[in-house]
């Protein structure tokens, strides 16, 4: 391990590529969308923080938290509040900055703006008025996790974003159900006070043998990946009291074989048929996985289809 690590001098590596990109096309009448650290300040580009200091403002999800990575880093550009609950107002406010001529940096608490988090208003609205949207990309909570998971493939690289599921228990494994039923493994996030009750919903949905990656407190000090299957998932949480503590993405992977198990067999479309006829979808769809051994999700939306049908 190379413990000799040098600060930037003036001349290196470093002070060349900074020279680089700060001559680099930066437009007026901008909309600058960028990401930031997940929760390691060290990842915050050179890029992005030139978007950043050139801006003539910063809309910004919490202005408080903007504040300690702007002071981390120098930058002293003012700062103006762009969340869900002003959304509208802010897009209309940034757009009037824009037809000055102003730069307007948007930035979300963490990670990518307007993906998962406040700012697509913002960039609709800015994009419909006629002015341009540069994103500068940076770090992601979903590719992160995928590429600590070792989940997808060159081969394979489809996956599924699905946010954060509802806060509901019934809503929840209805969402579930919906998601893990996909041919892909599915990414999501959720809150520490609501992990247990996610992680008992994904045992119920997709059964024990299902494959699960619990990325929590990913850049940080304490960042932690595992997989294993949803049997076990109770049993991981209790082993460490800290693992109901920090942020987490949960990636539920695809099912061995799910891209070509439901060439559908008439005899377990005759069963659920029949079960349909007495029971709800969640009941006829458990009787059915008892009897057949397949999986409850997939039969859960086999009957779905059927019913509809």
Not at 85 to 113: F, K, M, T, W
Request: hydrophobic fraction near 45%; include cysteine; glycine fraction near 6%.
């Amino acid at each position: 391990m190379n413990q000799n690590v040098s600060p930037p001098v003036a001349g290196d590596a470093w002070t060349r590529v900074a020279e680089r990109v700060a001559g680099q096309h930066w437009p007026a009448q901008a909309l600058y969308v960028v990401a930031t650290p997940i929760g390691n300040l060290g990842d915050l580009g050179l890029r992005a923080w030139h978007a950043l200091q050139r801006a003539d403002v910063i809309a910004a999800e919490d202005t408080r938290a903007s504040r300690t990575l702007l002071d981390a880093w120098g930058v002293t550009t003012p700062l103006m509040a762009a969340h869900r609950h002003n959304e509208a107002a802010a897009a209309q406010a940034i757009c009037e900055r824009l037809a000055q001529g102003q730069r307007v940096a948007l930035v979300s608490d963490a990670g990518a703006p307007a993906v998962s988090d406040p700012g697509a208003r913002v960039v609709r609205a800015v994009r419909e008025a006629g002015f341009t949207v540069v994103p500068v990309p940076g770090p992601s909570a979903v590719i992160t996790a995928l590429m600590g998971s070792g989940v997808t493939t060159d081969e394979n690289p489809a996956y599924a974003f699905a946010g954060f599921p509802p806060s509901k228990a019934v809503a929840r494994q209805r969402w579930l159900r919906s998601w893990c039923a996909l041919p892909a493994p599915v990414v999501m996030f959720e809150s520490p006070h609501r992990l247990a009750a996610t992680l008992a919903d994904l045992l119920e949905v997709c059964g024990p043998e299902r494959l699960l990656t619990v990325a929590r407190e990913l850049t940080k000090r304490f960042e932690e990946i595992a997989t294993f299957t949803l049997g076990e998932a109770a049993a991981w949480l209790a082993a460490d009291s800290h693992r109901e503590q920090g942020e987490f993405v949960l990636i539920a992977h695809a099912r061995p074989g799910q891209e070509a198990d439901d060439e559908a067999d008439p005899r377990t479309d005759a069963l659920l048929d029949a079960l349909l006829e007495t029971l709800s979808l969640r009941d006829a769809s458990k009787v059915a996985a008892k009897v057949t051994g397949l999986p409850r999700d997939v039969l859960y939306n086999r009957a779905l289809s059927r019913k509809n049908s």
